[in-house]
Every structure is written in structure tokens, then in C-alpha cells.
């Protein structure tokens, strides 16, 4: 799933909205939905999503989920857990995290080569908010000439290794791609706008 976040922008001098988006393995727009420019960019995801995977289970089809950290809502593992949707969500990093990984955070010792230096690790972690632990697969990079090393951190059901785990959830920039497209082709950041007089606010 994708979504095109409302900023700022006086351009358009319009009200703007905060679309979202669900997008098929192909990069096909399957259902969008035009929700008010202040909402969370998860907003509605019941809506969008729940409706497809019933409607894909009930013809016999796999179903795998993968989006972005706006996602990472305990209700959203749980819809997905409860029927049988394997899944990979970026959530945001924290310092149980960080702890859980601080042994891949320092570079090795020696001149750094030109190549990044990339690192995964998997181990379970139960947030607050959860009812139950859930596996969490970290990617840890380290490039030259930088200080600190990328860190992303991805929860899933996924019975896969670490880094295709990784290589899964890296291909909903398909989505990011056909949100792009849209936005040239279509003029969706135009149509997700109406005029409102003196206001002026935007979308991204």
C-alpha cells in the first residue's frame, strides 16, 4: 500500500487531500481512496485492504503484504495474522531495537572498503502495544565515509532468511514508482486539490 502525504504548498492556493493507494505485485493501482489532507497516511486501511484479501483468499490465491512504516499499527498484524497473510512492515526504529542489534552497529575494525558493508539480524520483540512477540529482521549498513550506518527495521510472518525477508519488502517501490507515474501522467497531485479561495496548502 502507498500514500501521498498533504504538505504545505501555496502553489496550488487549494485545499488538499491525502490519497491512498493499494497496488498489486505488478504495479497495477487496484483502489484508491481520497480521504481529508490531515489524516494519517494508514487511515481507512481496513477499507482498502481487508476486502481484497477475502476476496483473493475466497478464489483459492496466495496473499502477501508489504508496506511502508505508516502501517506498523498492532491492528493491521493482527487482520493480516488472523487470516493467514504473510507480511513485511518497515516499523520506526527505537532504542529496544537499536539494543537488540548494538552488536552490528560498530564497523569492524580495518580500512573500509568501497563496498557498503551490509549486516542482518533477526530476533523477536514484543512492543507495548502488542499482544504477542513477532519476529523483527534488521538491516544494518555501513558505507564509506559515512559515520553512522543505515539501520532499517522490518516486522514479519515471513517463514524466509533475513536478507529475502528484505529483498521482499524492497519491492513495494513499485508502488512509490506508480505513485510517481501517476503523479506526471495523471496529474494526481493536481486532482487530489480543489480550489478554496485564500487558503493555500498542498500535496507532495
Known amino acids: 500500500m502507498g500514500s501521498k502525504r498533504a504538505a504545505p504548498h501555496g502553489h496550488f492556493e487549494s485545499v488538499c487531500y491525502h490519497p491512498l493507494f493499494r497496488f498489486n505485485d505488478h504495479g497495477d493501482c487496484l483502489a484508491a481512496k481520497l480521504r481529508p489532507g490531515n489524516v494519517s497516511s494508514a487511515d481507512a486501511w481496513e477499507e482498502l485492504l481487508v476486502p481484497e484479501i477475502d476476496r483473493r483468499q475466497a478464489m483459492g490465491q496466495r496473499v502477501a503484504f508489504r508496506a511502508d512504516a505508516a502501517c506498523a499499527r498492532p491492528a493491521i498484524y493482527e487482520a493480516l495474522e488472523t487470516r493467514g497473510v504473510e507480511y513485511a512492515i518497515r516499523i520506526p526504529a527505537n532504542k529496544h531495537?537499536?539494543?537488540a542489534i548494538e552488536d552490528l552497529l560498530c564497523r569492524s575494525p580495518g580500512r573500509p572498503g568501497r563496498t557498503p558493508l551490509v549486516r542482518y539480524k533477526s530476533f523477536h520483540h514484543q512492543a507495548e502495544s502488542w499482544t504477542a512477540a513477532r519476529r523483527v529482521v534488521a538491516k544494518v549498513e555501513h558505507h564509506a565515509g559515512e559515520l553512522f550506518p543505515r539501520v532499517g527495521f522490518i516486522v514479519t510472518n515471513l517463514p524466509l532468511?533475513?536478507?529475502?525477508?528484505v529483498r521482499f519488502y524492497n519491492k513495494r517501490g513499485t508502488a512509490?514508482?506508480?505513485i510517481k507515474e501517476g503523479k506526471q501522467a495523471a496529474h494526481w497531485t493536481r486532482l487530489s486539490c480543489?480550489?478554496?479561495g485564500p487558503t493555500r496548502s498542498g500535496c507532495s
Not at 532468511?161 to 525477508?165: F, G, H, I, K, S
Open 97 to 99: 531495537l537499536e539494543l
Open 161 to 165: 532468511p533475513n536478507r529475502a525477508v
Open 176 to 178: 512509490e514508482q506508480s
Open 194 to 196: 480543489h480550489a478554496s
